[in-house]
């Protein structure tokens, strides 16, 4: 068995990015998986690093030819993992970072657990009202988008007791530390 695949996932808001660039500048034996996105980048997103952003229509081919482990689409944007780019990081004994919404979480280990190891872990707010004030503050949302993030959390939150680990991102820099002891821990337990 190669690598071990960590699935980053929890409600848009939470943390996710900052929490796994916090890893990857901690711990640069870790292999971060990119996703594709139709969705137009963010300030200060490049593409390849972040995301790959990819126009509809090669998302639509890609997605024909099964190169997505999973997709979903939200607020009118597509968001897919591509399976070769997870394989070869984990066939080089890497532990692969996804961050990943829930539904890509479970798929994730589905389809590789037969030959990875695929930890879940699923990211909580310290609570709803800290998390509507941080979709707020990133200011990229428009209301009827947060009206439907609102409602994906309530989905989300049902899906977190399903998860191998449950981390509170009260603070970054402890929520990191947390996470880095779990995959040191899932690594040396291979």
């Given at each position: ?13 939470v ?5 796994v660039n916090?890893?990857?500048?901690r ?6 998986s990119?996703?594709?996105?139709t ?12 995301y ?6 090669e ?6 030819n099964g190169?997505?482990l999973e997709?979903?689409e939200?607020f009118?944007n ?31 280990k589905e ?39 609102r ?6 939150y ?15 820099p ?17």
């Open positions: 068995m190669k690598g071990v695949i960590f699935c980053i996932s929890g409600p848009s808001g943390g996710k990015g900052t929490i916090e890893l990857m500048a711990d640069p034996d870790l292999a971060l990119v996703s594709c996105t969705r137009a980048p963010r300030p200060g997103e490049i593409h390849g690093v972040h790959f952003f990819i126009s509809h229509e998302f639509r081919r890609k997605l024909e190169e997505f997709y979903d939200h009118g597509y968001y897919g993992t591509l399976i070769d780019y997870v394989q070869k990081r984990a066939d080089e004994d890497k532990a692969v970072i996804l961050e990943i919404d829930v539904v890509g979480a479970f798929k994730a389809y590789f657990g037969p030959t990875c190891k695929v930890i879940n872990i699923f990211i909580m707010p310290p609570s709803l009202e800290e998390l509507e004030n941080r979709l707020h503050r990133r200011g990229s949302e428009s209301e009827e988008q947060l009206a439907a993030r409602e994906r959390v309530k989905f989300e049902k899906q977190a007791d399903k998860f191998d680990y449950i981390v509170l991102n009260d603070e970054v402890r929520a990191t530390e947390e996470i880095l002891g779990i995959i040191r821990k899932e690594k040396n337990n291979q």
